[in-house]
């Protein structure tokens, strides 16, 4: 158990639609971090958060957006749905106490469905 | 651009053995690298890592090696256990002069051990 936690375990949506992805660090992590697996792409980088800014984007789609929260947990909103973003999403974090930590360590995904 | 490549999509070795699993990276700003293991339905597991300053790093079973002028990593696992038999994932960040702080990935090993 990594420590990260993440909410649902699998979603099933329809194209167009909106979903929210939830994940809480491992206690005292100040980065989350947001990974996409496809099985074309492998893990891909998303966006990372760190104390509630955004300090990294990658190869994140304008319909998708992220922020963390006061209490650190991060959300990742995905939008206008499309059937190639059907995937696994993973949440990473990183830095206990901010020190600089370079190790992720993932939580256990969600899997999007969209039809 | 596949900036990590991981050229062996399977392997398959012998319980008791060793087992190689290769890396190649094309960044040559990359200067911290990783391997992750994971098993199906789980998020990736944190294994090793090591730095452009070193050469190796071991860890248990486990032993990391970089080539930093062939721009090559190889994780070695001795003995191969069954419990070893996951997807092999190879990273890579760069830490030095800032950047994203989004790991790149190899799009992974399926490594078998078999009886």
């Known amino acids: 158990d990594s420590g990260v936690t993440q909410t649902p375990k699998h979603l099933i949506t329809a194209t167009g639609q909106r979903v929210t992805l939830r994940c809480s660090p491992r206690?005292?992590?100040?980065?989350v971090y947001w990974y996409q697996q496809s099985l074309d792409q492998g893990l891909q980088f998303l966006i990372q958060y760190y104390n509630g800014e955004e300090r990294a984007k990658g190869n994140i789609l304008e319909r998708f957006s992220a922020q963390q929260f006061p209490d650190l947990h991060s959300e990742l909103n995905l939008s206008s749905l499309e059937l190639g973003d059907s995937a696994l999403y993973f949440c990473?974090?990183?830095?206990?106490?901010?020190?600089?930590?370079?190790?992720?360590?993932f939580g256990p995904g969600t899997r999007l469905t969209v039809t | 651009d596949q900036q990590v490549k991981q050229n062996s999509p399977s392997l398959s070795v012998q319980e008791g053995r060793i087992s190689i699993l290769n890396c190649d990276y094309t960044?040559?700003?990359?200067?911290?690298f990783l391997w992750y293991k994971k098993y199906p339905a789980e998020g990736p597991t944190f294994l090793i890592s090591i730095s452009s300053i070193k050469d190796k790093n071991e860890d248990g079973r486990f032993t990391v090696f970089l080539n930093k002028s062939a721009k090559h990593l190889s994780l070695h696992i001795v003995p191969s256990q069954p419990g070893d038999s996951a997807v092999y994932f190879c990273a890579a960040k760069r830490v030095r002069g800032g950047g994203a702080d989004g790991l790149t990935f190899g799009k992974g090993t399926h490594l078998i051990i078999q009886p």
């Open positions: 206690s005292g992590d100040l980065s």
């Open positions: 960044n040559s700003m990359f200067d911290y």
């Open positions: 990473a974090s990183s830095g206990e106490g901010g020190t600089p930590v370079y190790e992720q360590y």
